[in-house]
């Protein structure tokens, strides 16, 4: 059985930095992307960064310049960094991980979320 696991998240004042953790574990072959959604009150869920397992990433346009999303490939794990917050950076972040399983081949893989609020 494989889980995705997030830590970290928060409040913080407008201006502050957060780093956000995820880590997949279980019966896992390699894990292909994996990145971060945010779904904020009342709307839909978000990309908010993505990295491929050779390193290449895809933010979100108010994301960038802010954010920094790595990996670590030996331990499965991405992390998240965030500054220069905003209020609109307010909402449930997910974990998500694209794994190939044993047995079977890649599928889709969210965590349970993790709150970030941003005041003003």
């Known amino acids: 059985q494989v889980q995705v696991v997030e830590s970290g998240g928060g409040s913080v004042r407008a201006g502050g930095s957060l780093s956000l953790s995820c880590a997949a574990t279980?019966?896992?072959?390699?894990?292909?992307?994996m990145g971060w959604y945010r779904q904020a009150p009342g709307k839909q869920r978000e990309m908010v960064a993505r990295?491929?397992?050779?390193?290449?990433?895809n933010y979100a346009d108010n994301a960038k310049g802010r954010f920094t999303i790595s990996r670590d490939n030996n331990k499965d794990t991405v992390v998240l960094q965030m500054s220069s917050l905003e209020p609109d950076d307010t909402g449930i972040y997910y974990c998500?991980?694209?794994?190939?399983?044993?047995?079977?081949?890649?599928?889709?893989?969210w965590g349970q979320g993790t709150q970030v609020t941003v005041s003003s």
């Open positions: 279980g019966a896992i072959v390699t894990i292909n992307t």
């Open positions: 990295i491929t397992r050779d390193g290449g990433t």
């Open positions: 998500y991980a694209s794994i190939w399983v044993s047995g079977a081949f890649f599928s889709d893989y």
